[in-house]
């Protein structure tokens, strides 16, 4: 089976994540993970804090911490949450451990010996009240472009167009909220991407044609538009420093690596974290060199994130000269937006997930981001939106598909699965439909199109209230005690079936159904299409319980409550 490299974007550590963040990045590359490794795959699923840069002393100072208190503080608040949607990471770090900030340094010292770092003296922004050069995170102004008021010196957030400080009209201090600003003279290191740009393009060609359109139109429009030499240092406190033996005059001054120019490489970072603890089984090297051609490496992200890792960071690692594992495919996201407006952290707009996981289990929101994933376009949530789908999908095409069954087969034939007859035609039309809703569902996770997939997981469960409602067993029983029989073992073996295949988007609630029945020598990762078309994992005799409910059912007090709470209005 082939090794499976997967990473998603680092959630930045200014803050608790909503959900936008989570469907875009963490969550489908976790359903993914699953899925591979119940294929038999050999997964390292690699994801981290992304620690330095402006947000971070921002934050910091806002909460009067020292910034690597506050650090290690929300590293550990942010990973809670993601265990409590069950993010399976291999290995969950942070972009300020010494791996990170010894790999950012060589890689740096590489780029300049082959000639594409260059030291420039430029004109930066100074901030005359604040008494410092401000690096561009901490300029805000607004966009030249779409005109949003609050617009960051690298980045618009509304139009998602790369900036420099420079650009923004009517510029103030993140700091101070000056607008006593001056430019004076400042130097900098430079990645020249322009000389890459034909490398880029080149490496982008080979690959970008089985990338999502998505992605792969932006980072051909960024190539048609051009590549220009950034700047990849910054004046702040925190980051990986400029190494003194390479630039000593910089490393003076204090600059520290431009936070989108370690970030990326914090995933190699983060790979060499897990390997450090336990380096007599792990290489981490296996993972990251070309030499080993047998990784297949995907990266998840959300479409901001597209241009700095389908050009920045791969015009990094070929600048090196050293063969780098690069990315074979990038899955990116449009945005989750929240009634009509974006979810936003900094306005903090919308429902985060540690007030998700308040309000309901994680299986809940799982099921219901990824089937509505913002795949081909932008998607709203709304919580009428949210509330029909638990109600429709969970509690009663899932949920009272297995208690029903569960509950009527211990009211009439005690706590193990019946023997019944044998299987007849409608169990073997069943079996055929079961294996190529199986094909489908397989298909699109293969091609990671998840609200398909999704569709095709909820078909599979539709599929068992389909049979159970053609054969009735609650009527069969009167006149056919053992065709009634065999209607329940049939069911039952689809619950087993809903058990294994539904892991990746709803593991905690696979695991409940998969538990209620005790089957000792139960080692199954997955259904073949013969299982799937037979329905026998389950023998007669096998002894079960019936689980609590598994999805409760939304009420409308229940809806007009987190529409209170968070809002439910359009923007």
Known sequence: MARHLITSALPYINGIKHLGNMVGSMLPADVYSRYLRQRGHDVLYICATDEHGTPAELAAQEQG????????????????????????????????????????????????????????????????????????????????????????????????????????????????????????????????????????????????????????????????????????????????????????????????????????????????????????????????????????????????????????FPATQLGTRAPWKKVDVIKAFNWLNYYGGKFSTSQRRGVFTHDALDILPADYWRYFMMANAPESDDSSFTWEHFTATVNKDLADTLGNFVNRVLSFSRKRFGEAVPEGGEPGEAEVKLGAEIARLLAEYEEQMEALQFRKAAAALRALWSAGNSYLEEKAPWLEIKTNKDGAALTLRTAMNLIHLYAVVSEPFIPTTSAAMRAAFTLPDDTARWVTADEARSLTALPAGTPFTVPPVLFAKLTDEDLEGYKERFGGQDA
């Open 65 to 312: 911490l020292p910034v690597a208190e506050f650090c290690a503080q929300a590293h550990e608040q942010q990973k809670a949450i993601y265990d409590g949607f069950s993010l399976a990471f291999d290995y969950f770090g942070r972009s300020s451990s010494p791996q990170n900030h010894e790999i950012t340094q060589e890689i740096a010292r590489e780029l300049k010996a082959n000639g594409f770092i260059e030291e420039r003296a430029i004109r930066q922004v100074y901030s005359i009240t604040d008494g410092r050069f401000l690096p561009d995170r901490y300029i805000i102004g607004t966009c030249p472009h779409c005109g949003y008021d609050k617009a960051r010196g690298d980045q618009c957030e509304n139009c998602t167009r790369v900036l420099d400080p420079t650009d923004l009209i009517e510029p103030r201090s993140a700091i101070s909220g000056s607008s006593d600003l001056e430019v004076r003279e400042t130097k900098h290191l430079f990645l020249l991407q322009s000389t890459l740009a034909g490398e880029v393009e080149a490496w982008v060609d080979e690959r970008a044609d089985n990338w999502p359109v998505l992605a792969s139109s932006i980072a051909r429009k960024w190539l048609t538009e051009g590549l220009h030499d950034r700047a990849i240092t910054r004046d702040l406190d925190w980051g990986v420093p400029v190494p003194a033996d390479t630039w000593p005059d910089l490393a003076a001054e204090g600059k520290v690596f431009y936070v989108w120019f370690d970030a990326p490489i914090e995933y190699i970072g983060a790979t060499k974290e897990w390997a450090d603890q336990d380096p007599e089984n792990r290489d981490w090297r296996s993972w990251w060199w070309e030499s080993d051609a047998d990784v297949h490496y995907t990266q998840f992200m959300g479409k901001d994130n597209v241009p700095f890792h389908s050009v920045m």
